[in-house]
Nanobody, 122 residues
Framework: VQLQASGGGLVQPGGSLRLSCTASGSTTSWYTVAWFRQAPGEDRVFLAANRQSGSAYHADFVRSRFTCSRDRAKNMVYLQMNSLNPGDTAVYYC?????????????????WGQGTQVTVSS
């Protein structure tokens, strides 16, 4: 399966963005799809996942601001990000793994999108 993340861009502090992840060659319904981000010089960090069942799991540090959801009809998984701040600047990746577990480790995901840049700046 090939994943494609989109929706990044430049946003002012306090603004919102919605990232989208779609799959080609398969359907996202078969997978748990997660979002990670990586800032320059830092490790890739887990943000949220939408399980194969449709339930979501969010990392504590984004739970109040980010929401991961799925639209099966559109074969899309989204990451709605609100109240963005400069610390959210990073490349954002979607990733997929078979099964229903919302794994948080990079190594547990088999498929990765190319990443989309999010820059939060005034």
């Amino acid at each position: 399966v090939q994943l494609q993340a989109s929706g990044g861009g430049l946003v002012q502090p306090g603004g919102s963005l919605r990232l989208s992840c779609t799959a080609s060659g398969s359907t996202t319904s078969w997978y748990t799809v997660a979002w990670f981000r990586q800032a320059p010089g830092e490790d890739r960090v887990f943000l949220a996942a939408n399980r194969q069942s449709g339930s979501a799991y969010h990392a504590d540090f984004v739970r109040s601001r980010f929401t991961c959801s799925r639209d099966r009809a559109k074969n899309m998984v989204y990451l709605q990000m609100n109240s963005l701040n400069p610390g959210d600047t990073a490349v954002y990746y979607c990733a997929a793994r078979a099964g229903n577990r919302a794994a948080t480790d990079v190594s547990e995901y088999d498929y990765w999108g190319q990443g989309t840049q999010v820059t939060v700046s005034s």
